[in-house]
Nanobody, 127 residues
Framework: QLQLAEVGGGSVQSGGSLTLSCTAS????????MGWFRQTPGKKREAVTQ????????RYADSVRGRFTISRDNAKRTLWLQMNTLKPEDTAMYYC????????????????????WGQGTQVTVSS
């Protein structure tokens, strides 16, 4: 069973930066759409960004576009989320997710059928 593990969360002040990483327990190849989600207590989980299996066509939620960057290295089995100019409203538990698709294309944003999920890493942004 594939497992995903996120690291990199923490506490920062508004305007700061953090980089999250998500490492898969086994080879994921280039046939996996991957993404980042976030959730705060009492709220619905929000899709933040996702990326095709080959690392192309990143898609972003309007709330993070221009501030967050998703990237991946399949050889390292790792997905990253570079978060800049963080705001208090970015405070949440962040999760990475993966779903195998035809040719690794995510096709739509957001996908709602991610099969594998990490345990999450907390990001807290203070004003």
């Amino acid at each position: 069973q594939l497992q995903l593990a996120e690291v990199g969360g923490g506490s920062v002040q508004s305007g700061g930066s953090l980089t999250l990483s998500c490492t898969a327990s086994e080879d994921i190849g280039s046939n996996a759409c991957m993404g980042w989600f976030r959730q705060t207590p009492g709220k619905k989980r929000e899709a933040v960004t996702q990326i095709n299996g080959g690392g192309e066509n990143p898609r972003y939620a309007d709330s993070v576009r221009g501030r967050f960057t998703i990237s991946r290295d399949n050889a390292k089995r790792t997905l990253w989320l570079q978060m800049n100019t963080l705001k208090p409203e970015d405070t949440a538990m962040y999760y990475c997710a993966l779903v195998y698709t035809i040719n690794g294309y995510c096709l739509r944003f957001p996908r709602d059928d991610f099969k594998y999920w990490g345990q999450g890493t907390q990001v807290t942004v203070s004003s």
